[in-house]
């Protein structure tokens, strides 16, 4: 149907370019034509004259040669210009219809309408293989049709449940696209705003995205999920990240013991619960090392990269690449301390108390992926002899020094 809207809209604009150009024209032929009849009528009174006595030869021949120039100057410059007129018109009308044309297929919007026509026509299969697990699964493309199919739907019809938005969020979030994410769950909460599923997912994508007050929105939704199910697992255990992640490690703690208290010990979710206590319990054990990382960040940077995740970690000198410690929280500007300590391990028997040289490595993350990426700015530190205690450097992060 878009395609066939598109050659109705190319043939419309073809059409009235084409009038807009040819009407000068045939109004100039009909002037030019005009001025040929009143030529030919003056020179018949001429010879006229002539034949009845009341114009002398010489006279006449004087009098119809000023009329030949009177004409071939300015009725010929007309026909000459009609006939030019109408071949520009002619090449201009077909210029607008091929660039027309050839700007739309450049552009990929005839890709895209084609595509949109597809994901539409499609969308029941599409649901089917996705949702009730009917026949092989989506691909990628087909996944993206299936989206794209999904919120012209919604688009169009009022989705009374919040389900289709919630549903669209959740494809997107599976391909990295969380800021579509977290406005889909948005206006599935304006449909369904006590919905627990929607509101763990809009919690989530905040989270991830880094958003403006996102622990609080996380948290206020969270609070309604436990409000309704106080038992709810995955409330509870985001609850209990965030608090980990804040630093408030006797909140984690609490939020964790109860959450192993409330699944049953064959439940897959009961070892990497217990894990997340065991990192909490060595958190707030006195750490044997400890370094004070004094970081400025100018505003520059800061407004380069205002949705990015900071990651302050260290690295031993040689040896293994995993981080000793790690610290994860939003970009900032100005100055703040981060603390790493020998327990923030990610790997059991791995940390600052496991070397004898590290150093220390600020990354900016757009994609908020441990990862490093190309694109992100980052620095380090020079080598640092690892001593028990406390130990304190300072580092700048700007646009002039961050490596690319």
């Known amino acids: 149907m878009q395609m066939t809207q598109l050659f109705i809209a190319l043939a419309v604009i073809s ?33 006229q004259a002539r034949d009845h006595g009341e114009l002398a030869e010489d006279d006449f021949v004087v009098a119809a040669e000023e009329l030949k120039q009177q004409f071939l100057t300015d009725p010929a410059q007309v026909t000459l210009q009609s006939g030019s007129l109408t071949r520009w018109r002619l090449a201009a009308v077909a210029s607008v219809t091929i660039v027309t044309a050839v700007v739309y297929l450049i552009t990929g919007q005839y890709r895209e309408l084609a595509q949109w026509d597809r994901a539409v026509a499609n969308l029941p299969g599409y ?17 993206d049709e299936f989206a794209l199919g999904l919120r012209t739907k919604l688009m169009q019809n009022d989705d009374q449940d919040g389900m289709g938005w919630f549903l669209l969020g959740r494809i997107w979030f599976s391909q990295g696209r969380n800021m579509d994410a977290q406005e889909a769950f948005q206006q599935a909460l304006v449909f369904a705003p006590d919905n627990a599923k929607i509101l763990l997912s809009y919690a ?34 985001m609850l209990a990240l965030m608090a980990q992640e804040r630093g408030d490690y006797k909140e984690a703690k609490a939020a964790w013991e109860l959450l192993l208290s409330q699944v049953d010990k064959q439940d897959p979710r009961y070892d990497s619960i217990a894990q997340q206590l065991a990192q909490v319990d060595r958190l707030m054990t006195p750490a044997k ?29 040689t040896g ?6 790690v610290h994860k929280m939003p970009v900032f500007s100005g100055t703040q301390t981060i603390t790493l300590t020998s327990q923030m391990q990610m790997q059991a028997g791995w940390g600052l108390d496991s070397v004898t040289d590290a150093l220390v490595q600020v990354r900016l993350s757009e994609s908020g992926a441990v990862t490093a990426e190309s694109n992100d700015p980052e620095i380090s530190s020079a080598a640092l002899a690892l001593k028990d205690g406390l130990q304190r450097i300072e580092l700048q992060l700007t646009a002039a020094n961050a490596s690319q």
């Open 15 to 47: 059409l009235v370019t084409i009038a807009i150009l040819w009407w000068p024209v045939r109004a100039t032929v009909a002037a030019g034509n005009t001025r040929q009849q009143l030529f030919a009528e003056k020179l018949a009174l001429l010879v």
């Open 127 to 143: 649901g089917e293989r996705a949702l009730l697990g009917k026949g092989e699964p989506l691909s990628d493309t087909e996944i």
């Open 204 to 237: 989530q994508s905040v989270l991830v995205n880094n958003a403006p007050n996102a622990t609080q929105k996380a948290a206020e939704s969270l609070g309604k999920v436990l409000a309704q199910d106080p038992t709810n697992t995955d409330a509870m255990s």
């Open 320 to 325: 293994s690449g995993m981080p000793l410690a």
């Open 289 to 317: 090392r400890t370094i004070e990382v004094v970081l400025t960040i100018d505003e520059a940077t800061k407004n380069a990269y205002p949705n990015a995740t900071l990651f302050v970690f260290a690295k031993a000198v």
